[in-house]
């Protein structure tokens, strides 16, 4: 079997609001797998997002365990945290979180700078990252000067060219149409067969999940069903 990148064990999150405490995530147990194209499906408010975050380290569980390759994240300080989000875990965002006044070149080696890579090994990575994700020749634009397609293309090369385990994506397709969402799968879906890149999607586009190779039912904070597609 490959290898687990994830596994979360009877992770539950609650939430205050106000006198009433909501589960938004209620005794779940999941194992995210190296090569993984998956999906945790359902409608808003079922708790999908909140356990993508909880993977992602953004935010701390109530009880239970998220181990990233087999490091308990509640173990962790913040900084420690912070080194596993910069290392280890690509976030995708359906806002994209482009810094405005960077350019698509400066946003994609934005990681890669903090984690001290040399200019010579940061352009090489981030030329090539733009490339496989069809963006050669727009390296110098900034994201006002980009379809929304083009910007989050660039946020999936930042996710990507630092080389992490997994890249975490919350809602990926949902504030393009629909041709730019079947290229942004298209995308996505190479890099996890040619490249061998482990993708979580957090979705209810039934795009995602036409394309998802492994289908996470949520609903009301539990998994009700994980299926494989043959």
Excluded: W
């Excluded at 359902?42 to 365990?65: A, E, R």
């Amino acid at each position: 079997m490959e290898s687990e990148i994830v596994q979360l064990r009877n992770v539950r999150k609650i939430y205050q609001q106000g006198e009433v405490q909501v589960n938004a995530v209620d005794e779940v147990s999941l194992s995210i797998h190296q090569g993984d194209f998956a999906a945790l499906c359902g409608p808003s408010g079922s708790g999908k997002t909140s356990i993508l975050n909880l993977i992602g380290g953004l935010d701390t569980v109530s009880s239970g365990q998220v181990r990233l390759e087999g490091v308990d994240l509640s173990t962790l300080s913040n900084t420690a945290l912070s080194e596993v989000r910069k290392n280890r875990i690509g976030f995708v965002f359906q806002s994209y979180n482009l810094i405005p006044v960077m350019t698509a070149y400066e946003n994609a080696a934005f990681v890669l700078d903090l984690q001290g890579a040399t200019k010579t090994e940061c352009h090489e990575r981030v030329m090539k990252t733009l490339a496989d994700v069809g963006l050669q020749g727009l390296e110098n634009r900034r994201p006002d000067e980009m379809s929304g397609g083009q910007q989050q293309r660039v946020a999936i090369a930042r996710a990507i060219v630092t080389h992490p385990a997994i890249v975490l994506a919350d809602e990926p397709t949902a504030n393009v149409d629909s041709h730019t969402a079947e290229s942004l799968l298209d995308l996505m879906q190479t890099l996890n067969e040619q490249h061998g890149i482990t993708f979580l999607f957090s979705t209810h586009d039934q795009r995602v999940i036409d394309r998802a190779k492994r289908i996470i039912q949520v609903q009301d904070g539990q998994i009700v069903s994980d299926e494989h597609k043959a």
